[in-house]
């Protein structure tokens, strides 16, 4: 079982923002940076956020993170078709020696 | 970068399968390795680590004492020999590399491998 929370569905329609919550404790979210992945299906995971607000090269302006405590979120601004996929949030857990992925949230665009 | 996962297939319960991940694009020495998994209808699963010199190697609860994983810089290769295999090991199994150590995010990921576990 995750120790990191993920709604496990959001939805918005194009043009619109959505944000998707990964909440967890004081062993993993409280003490790390929170990393968020993108997985289309059929495709490998891709790398949207680091270090809780930081984007990679190449990732759309449109997504952006925030962390405060034991909480984090991940906002869509802009809602496209393509951003149609599951999200997931991941920290690194001191205390276990080990990665903890949230369960994962299915974004569907209407 | 590029990573590319190979050793798949269809294994009966208490099996073993060894998967590889051939690496190129980066020095490969430099970074530490996972191994993620993704069960049907099931999210992501990190399940090992292991850093650039195997000086350390971490394993998900869930694995642990089943599952060894080792690299072999000389190669660009990391692998996952699986042994004891359960049903509840059936997932597309994902090598990424990370951006420096275990405890460091991973920024790309390989394709994946296809692991069934089954009578």
């Known amino acids: 079982q995750s120790m990191l929370t993920q709604p496990p569905s959001a939805s918005g329609t194009p043009g619109q923002r959505v944000t998707i919550s990964c909440s967890g404790g004081s062993s993993n979210l409280g003490g790390s940076n929170v990393i968020w992945y993108q997985h289309l299906p059929g495709a490998a995971p891709k790398l949207l956020i680091f270090?809780?607000?930081q984007r990679p090269s190449g990732v759309p302006d449109r997504f952006s993170g925030s962390k405060s405590g034991t909480s984090a979120s991940l906002a869509i601004s802009g809602l496209q078709s393509e951003d149609e996929a599951d999200y997931y949030c991941?920290?690194?857990?001191?205390?276990?020696?080990?990665?903890?992925f949230g369960g994962g949230t299915k974004l569907t665009v209407l | 970068v590029r990573l590319v996962e190979s050793g798949g297939g269809l294994v009966q319960p208490g099996g073993s399968l060894r998967l590889s991940c051939a690496a190129s694009g980066f020095t490969f020495g430099d970074y530490a390795i996972h191994w993620v998994r993704r069960a049907p209808g099931k999210g992501l699963e990190w399940v090992s680590g292991?850093?650039?010199?195997?000086?350390?190697?971490s394993y998900a609860d869930s694995v642990k004492g089943r599952f060894n994983i080792s690299r072999e810089n000389a190669e660009n290769s990391v692998y996952l020999q699986m042994n004891s295999l359960r049903v509840e090991d059936t997932a597309l199994y994902y090598c990424?590399?990370?951006?420096?150590?275990?405890?460091?995010?991973?920024?790309?990921w390989g394709q994946g491998a296809l692991v069934t576990v089954s009578s």
């Open positions: 991941a920290v690194w857990d001191d205390a276990l020696d080990a990665w903890v």
């Open positions: 292991i850093n650039w010199n195997s000086g350390k190697i």
């Open positions: 270090s809780n607000n």
């Open positions: 990424a590399k990370s951006i420096g150590g275990v405890a460091n995010y991973c920024d790309y």
